[in-house]
């Protein structure tokens, strides 16, 4: 849409002047719309592994819709604290809020004045070869634009996208959520026709899930467990209010509540989120995550009011509803935020010298210390195997990735890596 054209050219004037051999300023804000897109592409690259769910009727406290989701969408640890929450009047169309970062007009979270919510979720995609509509923006237009799901529906299916994704649409006016499921070349509605709605990264509708790029993303990525953990979340608890929706996006276990190590793919809670959000469409309320990741509080705005106040810029005003926030995770504390800061510093370190051959100095008093910052993360372990077979001693390369298989592994991709290290070094 021209609108979008004309935004995006707008936003670039404000663009650094540290980047021009990339592009000029309007060439590359245009082409970082379309990032969500790429880290879709690579998905084997870890960039993006959402969760997402809803829940009404009887598994809400009052009975009125309750959707949660965390962005985990992964580009380094500064994305990660930086957020922009927008509140945005366009000259048409609906007002809405949408969580975001600079530079950027797309919407990945959004609620707009209807009572109508988007998320995005990847699911498994080809390779793109070609420039279509970048799945932020199809979003956007939306929020902007729609304020049913039949309205979504017809915006989403007259976009062509150049990667496929999950739009998880939660309606005020249905009192209910559903998932437009899109590919490059198909638009299908998913409703699982229950008082609840889990969305991870594939697809659920019958005619996709039987394709096979859903297939293979089922069977060797963490979608499906991450899903199943969700479920047994929701199945937990008779019904679910704000508070209970920010518990389960906290949630860093594995499934039966097993131990999988921070960090791990197949949590809930990756411990990388730029954002976690927490919507009530009837009421119009929603509540963001605040730093680390959605350990922090959450804080609570209702667009209403928002939207009521904006007219009065003059007049300085509480604009967050501080009797709704939610407080601070009990069970994260700073020691275990430093440990992960730790573990993280470390494992570049061990990529360093695996990289370059070195050794580390002191290892029998320095691996034991790394272990302590992430004992029941199986990747701890593969990292070790990996210094050790660098170094050419096969035994204790074989002994750290057997410790790194009893782990829970959080791929079936990564288990066959692990697999293929260890017969490497039996062939050695």
Known sequence: KQEYLLEIYGVSGFASENYEFIGDKYDRILNYHAAHDIGHALQNLNLVKCTAFGVWDERSSDSSMLIGRNFDFYVGDAFAVNKILAFVNPEQGYKFASITWGGMIGVVSGM?????????????????FGACTPVSIIAREILQYASN???????????KSFVSESFLIGSAEEHKAVVIEKSTDTTLLYDPGMDHIILTNHFQSDYFKSTPLTIENMENET??????????????KESFDYTDAAELLRNRKGKGGKDIGQGNEKAVNQLIAHHSIIFKPEQKRFWISTHPYQMGSYICYDLDSIFRYASDVEQEKVIVLNDLKIPSATDYTINDFNLLNIFRYQVDEFKKLIAEGDSIPDEDAVIPLFIMTNPEFYYTYDLIGQYYQGKGD?????????LALSKEVASADERKNIEE???ECSDE
Request: proline letters at 2%; zero cysteines.
């Open 149 to 159: 799901i039949e309205e979504a529906m017809a915006i989403a299916s007259s976009r």
């Open 394 to 402: 096969a035994g204790n390369a074989v002994k750290y990735f057997k």
């Open 112 to 128: 707009n004045e209807k009572g109508l919510t988007v998320t995005l979720n990847s699911a498994k995609s080809d390779i793109p």
């Open 223 to 236: 979608s499906v467990y991450r899903h199943e953990r969700v479920q047994e979340l929701i199945q937990a």
């Open 421 to 423: 290290r260890i017969q």
